[in-house]
């Protein structure tokens, strides 16, 4: 049915940057707000990015506010990350996921489709 595929983790040194790509299968990418969060090890998965429909609207977390960037490209039916300026404690497993609410974006119940995640490493 849907599946999401991210791409594009590795290992990074900090202050350095890495484009997360999702790519979304099915015809029915623009009908839902899409989001990323991201998991470390033994903590909960965590909200990271969220960004509309149309792409008109974007949404952060405090921690990642001013470094990361959200985009979407409804053509391709991909949403990306830009992630700059990179810290060791950005180190996660991200995901991205799909919500048809343009609401409680932050909330993982909210959020019906994930990825299988990409591994994100920030190490000097």
């Known amino acids: 049915q849907v599946q999401l595929v991210e791409s594009g983790g590795g290992l990074v040194q900090p202050g350095g940057s890495l484009r997360l790509s999702c790519a979304a299968s099915?015809?029915?990418?623009?009908?839902?707000?899409m989001g990323w969060f991201r998991q470390a090890p033994g903590t909960e998965r965590d909200f990271v990015a969220a960004?509309?429909?149309?792409?008109?609207?974007?949404y952060y977390s405090d921690s990642v506010k001013g470094r990361f960037t959200i985009s979407r490209d409804n053509a391709k039916n991909t949403v990306y990350l830009q992630m700059d300026s990179l810290k060791p404690e950005d180190t996660a497993v991200y995901y991205c996921?799909?919500?048809?609410?343009?609401?409680?974006?932050?909330?993982?119940?909210?959020?019906?489709?994930w990825g299988q995640g990409t591994q994100v490493t920030v190490s000097s």
């Open positions: 996921a799909r919500t048809v609410y343009g609401y409680g974006y932050t909330s993982r119940r909210n959020y019906d489709y």
């Open positions: 099915g015809r029915t990418f623009s009908s839902y707000t």
């Open positions: 960004i509309s429909r149309s792409g008109g609207a974007t």
